[in-house]
């Protein structure tokens, strides 16, 4: 018997009901998700032939979720605990069948299942934390009380997706079943469950681990402590770990109503709000409008790399870590095998970490190769040049790559500043170079700037928008201009630090009010880590900056030991004498008088000055969206995920007001300063 249901069907199979839920893409649990579960089950429970349910979703992935669209708008029936009441105090066993990932809700519905049964390749998790949220849906009442306190808080608050054979290991899976065989396993795991009479289980009622928690009261204050420096600023983790607290102290009813007063709390609130929307900004900046999503794709299944540096190893290593081939250039044998093993050192710390096997780096390794002739690079279908920043080296590169690499390859530049359409004349096939903007640690970092020349074409953009999301990158385009979208926000924040330099703040206050602001450092901090001497020549300075007296002084950052701060054997940063005496001299050289500058200058003059270029960089049509450059500046440079991003921030604000602020600070914001004409007709 097949009865059609609004997002499914209800098929029984002898004493055996399937209910298949389809709600493509991701199975959310949109209104008709939730009718479709209650009317599924009911109808099943209410059969009088069928003795167990089996949940199983159509598509792509189990449940993936609340349908987070629906938050923040009024609540439509039936809600999501009515549809996980029918399930768990049905007389009837439910076994959820997964594939995919079970997330959020979505696996606090599998929670409600009496038994849960996956395919090998499932992941589960509740990463609602990553939304500002927690799961509100008894996740934080029901998962401790399978895996105990100490594992669910670090599941919860870091938002895990756990592969099926952990999950299992922990109990939070019955069995695994053999792969792209999921409805056939949980029908034979449901014909034992008939067979052997196996009870209703019920977490709900599970106790022995939160027993076990009750005895170690300390568990939670320490791992407050040791997580202190992850979660500064969010609001979301915290909350997730005072519903984990009640699960263990409170019965299992006034658990949820802790969980529910907290969740509501935080839906409600700015920081989910922000994060929310940065999960559909991350998403959106994958579309680009006039390049259909049916672009023809060059397949990319070697990679060639110019420069085994910093930059070309980290880029190299991204390659390897999802299997695809990579043959680094460099010009000396002694360079190649710096890179090399400056890789291998990479690879081995993560090992060192516990974060990958021993073999699977070799693997890795045996992806990478290096070769002193750019000859190697005929076959390779993605070759990016990432050698140090200089238009006449990088010319040369690209001319001498078009007589060597085969048509229809992308080549691509990790420049981060310089003119991609002057790189391109460089070639007689101008259509298949793009910018390809990794960020440093380019292994770490998620952010990758899609740079597009005026002649790129659509294969070039898509092939690097593609290739970013496969190699675990947050791709984002933008368009030619000197530091494109990000570099271009920074530089804006700098003039203001720089300025300010000279009214008479020190380096440490400015990196204070930012860092407390949530960044994960100042601009000064920043610097001094990258390396003050980046761009700067002993040859030519003449100390016309206080950056430049810093590096004739030998202070350029923390590699040595000091720079715009002091460096103790730890790399603590220290403010400095010597900083505040070159700071003081310069303005007394430049005639600058010192004034008090409060905290809230400090943050206005440098974050509105970033809003002010993000307009311009909007208003010329760099970026496509006001959201593209949330995701550059929460993806690359560490902005405050729960702050949403600069232009979502200033929307918080209101344009205008920013405006009427950068208006009365006039003159002090530089001479060269303009309000960006769309800030100042914002209403
Ligand atoms: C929650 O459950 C709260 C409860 O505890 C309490 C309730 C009371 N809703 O990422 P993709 C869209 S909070 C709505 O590109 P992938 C997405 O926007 C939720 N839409 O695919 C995109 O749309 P478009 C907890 C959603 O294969 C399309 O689906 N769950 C949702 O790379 C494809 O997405 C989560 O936090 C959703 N929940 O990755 C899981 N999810 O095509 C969030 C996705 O128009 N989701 N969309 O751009 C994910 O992590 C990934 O989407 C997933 C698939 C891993 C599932």
Same mark, same amino acid.
């Given at each position: 018997?097949?009865?059609?249901?609004?997002?499914?069907?209800?098929?029984i199979?002898?004493?055996?009901?399937?209910?298949?839920?389809?709600h493509?893409?991701?199975?959310?649990?949109?209104?008709?998700?939730?009718?479709?579960?209650?009317?599924?089950?009911?109808?099943?429970?209410?059969?009088?032939?069928?003795?167990?349910?089996?949940?199983?979703?159509?598509?792509?992935?189990?449940?993936?979720?609340?349908?987070?669209?629906?938050?923040?708008?009024? %609540?439509?029936?039936?809600?999501?605990?009515?549809?996980?009441?029918?399930?768990?105090?049905?007389?009837?066993?439910v076994?959820?069948a997964?594939h995919?990932?079970?997330?959020?809700?979505?696996?606090?519905?599998?929670l409600?299942?009496?038994?849960?049964?996956?395919v090998?390749?499932?992941?589960?998790?509740?990463?609602e934390?990553?939304?500002?949220?927690?799961?509100?849906?008894?996740?934080?009442?029901?998962?401790?009380?399978?895996?105990?306190?100490?594992?669910?808080?670090? *599941?919860i608050t870091?938002?895990?997706?756990?592969?099926?054979a952990?999950?299992?290991a922990?109990?939070?899976?019955?069995?695994?079943?053999p792969?792209?065989?999921?409805?056939?396993?949980?029908?034979?795991?449901?014909?034992?469950?008939?067979?052997?009479?196996? %009870?209703?289980r019920?977490?709900?009622?599970?106790?022995?681990k939160?027993r076990?928690?009750?005895?170690?009261?300390?568990?939670?204050?320490?791992f407050?402590?040791?997580?202190?420096?992850?979660?500064?600023?969010?609001?979301?983790?915290?909350?997730?770990i005072?519903?984990?607290?009640a699960?263990v102290?409170?019965?299992?009813?006034?658990?949820m109503?802790?969980?529910?007063?907290?969740?509501?709390?935080?839906?409600?609130?700015?920081?989910?709000?922000?994060?929310?929307?940065?999960?559909?900004?991350?998403?959106?900046?994958?579309?680009?409008?006039?390049?259909?999503?049916?672009?023809?794709?060059?397949?990319?299944?070697?990679?060639?790399?110019?420069?085994?540096?910093?930059?070309?190893?980290?880029?190299?290593?991204?390659?390897?870590?999802v299997?695809?081939?990579?043959?680094?250039?460099?010009?000396?044998?002694?360079?190649?095998?710096r890179g090399?093993?400056t890789?291998?050192?990479?690879?081995?710390?993560?090992?060192?970490?516990?974060?990958?096997?021993?073999?699977?780096?070799?693997?890795?390794?045996?992806?990478?190769?290096?070769?002193?002739?750019?000859?190697?690079?005929?076959?390779?279908?993605?070759?990016?040049?990432?050698?140090?920043?200089?238009?006449?080296v990088?010319?040369?590169?690209?001319?001498?790559?078009?007589?060597?690499?085969?048509?229809?390859?992308?080549?691509?530049?990790?420049?981060?500043?310089?003119?991609?359409?002057?790189?391109?004349s460089?070639?007689?096939?101008?259509e298949?170079?793009?910018?390809?903007?990794?960020?440093?640690?380019?292994n770490?970092?998620?952010l990758l700037?899609?740079?597009?020349?005026?002649?790129?074409?659509?294969?070039a953009?898509?092939?690097?928008?593609?290739?970013?999301?496969?190699?675990?990158?947050?791709?984002?385009?933008?368009?030619?201009? %000197?530091?494109?979208?990000?570099?271009?926000?920074?530089?804006?924040?700098?003039?203001?630090?720089?300025?300010?330099?000279?009214?008479?703040?020190?380096?440490?206050?400015?990196?204070?009010?930012?860092?407390?602001?949530?960044?994960p *450092?100042?601009?000064?901090?920043?610097?001094?880590?990258?390396g003050?001497?980046?761009?700067?020549?002993?040859?030519?300075?003449?100390s016309?900056?206080?950056r430049?007296?810093?590096?004739?002084?030998?202070?350029?950052g923390?590699?040595t030991g000091?720079?715009?701060?002091?460096?103790?054997?730890?790399?603590?940063?220290?403010?400095?004498?010597?900083?505040?005496?070159?700071?003081?001299?310069?303005?007394?050289?430049?005639?600058?008088?010192?004034?008090?500058?409060?905290?809230?200058?400090?943050?206005?003059?440098?974050?509105?000055?970033?809003?002010?270029?993000?307009?311009?960089?909007?208003?010329?049509g760099?970026?496509?969206?006001?959201?593209?450059?949330?995701?550059?500046?929460?993806?690359?440079?560490?902005?405050?995920?729960?702050?949403?991003?600069?232009?979502?921030y200033?929307?918080?604000?209101?344009?205008?007001?920013i405006?009427?602020?950068?208006?009365a600070?006039?003159?002090?914001?530089?001479?060269?300063?303009?309000?960006?004409?769309?800030?100042?007709?914002?209403?």
């Amino acid at each position: 018997m097949n009865t059609s249901l609004p997002a499914g069907t209800l098929r029984i199979e002898g004493d055996i009901a399937v209910l298949a839920i389809q709600h493509p893409p991701v199975n959310a649990l949109s209104q008709v998700v939730r009718e479709t579960l209650v009317k599924g089950i009911a109808l099943a429970q209410a059969h009088s032939a069928v003795r167990a349910i089996v949940l199983i979703c159509e598509g792509r992935t189990f449940l993936a979720g609340a349908d987070i669209t629906e938050f923040g708008k009024p %609540p439509q029936a039936p809600s999501l605990f009515e549809a996980q009441d029918v399930i768990e105090l049905g007389h009837k066993p439910v076994i959820a069948a997964i594939h995919g990932t079970s997330l959020g809700g979505g696996f606090e519905v599998a929670l409600c299942c009496h038994y849960r049964v996956a395919v090998p390749s499932a992941k589960c998790g509740l990463p609602e934390v990553h939304l500002g949220l927690l799961p509100g849906a008894g996740g934080t009442q029901r998962l401790p009380r399978i895996v105990g306190a100490a594992k669910a808080l670090d *599941m919860i608050t870091g938002g895990l997706h756990v592969k099926a054979a952990d999950c299992l290991a922990m109990g939070l899976l019955d069995e695994l079943v053999p792969e792209g065989q999921l409805l056939a396993g949980a029908l034979a795991f449901a014909r034992k469950v008939i067979d052997e009479d196996r %009870p209703l289980r019920k977490v709900r009622d599970l106790d022995e681990k939160m027993r076990a928690a009750r005895a170690h009261p300390e568990l939670f204050a320490d791992f407050r402590k040791a997580n202190a420096r992850k979660f500064r600023g969010f609001l979301a983790p915290e909350y997730n770990i005072r519903c984990i607290e009640a699960a263990v102290n409170l019965p299992f009813e006034q658990g949820m109503q802790t969980e529910r007063k907290l969740f509501l709390e935080l839906v409600a609130g700015p920081q989910s709000i922000a994060q929310r929307y940065a999960f559909f900004a991350e998403r959106q900046a994958s579309k680009i409008p006039d390049v259909p999503a049916d672009t023809p794709l060059v397949k990319v299944a070697k990679v060639g790399i110019i420069g085994a540096g910093t930059m070309g190893g980290g880029i190299a290593m991204n390659f390897a870590n999802v299997g695809i081939p990579v043959v680094m250039v460099e010009t000396s044998q002694e360079a190649l095998d710096r890179g090399l093993a400056t890789v291998r050192s990479n690879y081995g710390n993560t090992v060192k970490r516990g974060r990958l096997s021993a073999d699977a780096m070799e693997k890795r390794l045996d992806l990478l190769t290096g070769s002193l002739d750019m000859q190697i690079l005929a076959d390779c279908d993605l070759v990016i040049e990432a050698v140090f920043e200089d238009m006449a080296v990088k010319k040369a590169i690209f001319a001498k790559l078009d007589a060597i690499v085969k048509p229809g390859a992308v080549l691509a530049t990790n420049t981060s500043a310089l003119d991609v359409n002057e790189i391109a004349s460089a070639v007689s096939r101008p259509e298949a170079v793009v910018g390809m903007h990794f960020f440093s640690p380019a292994n770490v970092m998620k952010l990758l700037e899609v740079v597009r020349g005026a002649k790129t074409s659509h294969t070039a953009i898509a092939t690097a928008m593609d290739i970013g999301k496969k190699i675990g990158k947050v791709a984002v385009l933008s368009g030619v201009c %000197p530091g494109f979208i990000g570099n271009r926000i920074l530089r804006a924040r700098s003039l203001q630090a720089q300025a300010m330099l000279m009214e008479g703040c020190m380096p440490w206050d400015i990196d204070r009010v930012l860092y407390d602001f949530g960044m994960p *450092m100042g601009p000064f901090a920043m610097s001094d880590l990258a390396g003050l001497d980046l761009g700067w020549s002993a040859a030519t300075s003449q100390s016309a900056t206080i950056r430049d007296v810093l590096c004739e002084k030998g202070r350029r950052g923390q590699k040595t030991g000091a720079g715009y701060y002091d460096y103790d054997a730890a790399r603590q940063a220290q403010p400095s004498e010597v900083t505040r005496g070159i700071i003081t001299d310069f303005m007394q050289r430049s005639g600058h008088s010192r004034r008090e500058i409060s905290d809230t200058e400090i943050l206005e003059r440098c974050l509105f000055a970033m809003v002010n270029e993000a307009c311009d960089i909007l208003a010329e049509g760099i970026a496509l969206r006001a959201s593209d450059i949330d995701v550059v500046w929460v993806n690359g440079y560490g902005w405050p995920v729960y702050r949403g991003g600069p232009m979502h921030y200033a929307d918080t604000l209101g344009r205008a007001t920013i405006a009427a602020k950068l208006k009365a600070y006039g003159p002090l914001m530089g001479a060269h300063f303009k309000i960006s004409p769309t800030l100042e007709n914002a209403q």
